[in-house]
């Protein structure tokens, strides 16, 4: 894996506790290692994004300004990132955006002035991965109690944590353990698109 020209990170169960469809600010928690994470990206010169499916939106169970409410805490807690993109529909619209199509992984490169297969995306289930092969990227799994066996047999590394996803993608660490078993590559054809079960 060579070094990329961006990062691209998955923000629920990534980046920030999953609260299923919230709108407040106040209750975004950053998950284990996300500072620290975003820190060495920064301190390499590394460019980062947050790409994420909110389909609370497009449910009607959340409003824009309450995503970019919540994004915003986000920003201040563990940012400020480069590019933020989201999804806003529902599952069944049938968007180019939504998780696992690849429209927010591209959407994020352009904006960062990037090409799609210089960036890496950090998620934490397999519709994470799908984008990312979808659009050219390169994929990370950093799973998380939600995550599905086979979205971990399908994805093409794996790494335990988020600050070991992120030193593998520098290459300060070859391989960072998942579970007791080192991160791996996959062939093309083995990689599952996960259809996503969230946002």
Request: glycine share 14%.
């Amino acid at each position: 894996m060579t070094r990329p020209a961006a990062v691209l990170f998955d923000r629920d169960d990534t980046l920030v506790e999953d609260v299923p469809y919230n709108g407040d600010p106040d209750r975004v928690r950053p998950m284990p290692g996300a500072a620290g994470a975003v820190r060495l990206l920064r301190e390499r010169g590394i460019r980062t994004a947050v790409v994420s499916n909110q389909s609370g939106i497009g449910r009607g169970l959340l409003t824009e300004a309450q995503v970019r409410a919540v994004n915003a805490r986000v920003d201040a807690l563990l940012g400020p990132f480069d590019v933020w993109a989201y999804c806003p529909h529902a599952p069944g619209d049938g968007c180019g955006c939504r998780k696992p199509a690849p429209g927010l992984v591209t959407e994020a490169a352009r904006l960062l002035g990037v090409r799609p297969e210089d960036c890496v995306l950090i998620g934490d289930i397999g519709a994470d991965m799908g984008a990312a092969l979808a659009a050219g990227a390169r994929g990370v799994l950093v799973p998380t109690a939600r995550t599905l066996p086979e979205e971990v047999t399908a994805a093409p590394v794996v790494c335990a944590d988020l600050l070991g996803a992120v030193r593998h993608v520098l290459l300060d660490e070859p391989r960072a353990a998942a579970g007791g078993r080192a991160g791996h590559s996959v062939t093309a054809g083995d990689r599952a698109a996960g259809s996503g079960r969230r946002g």
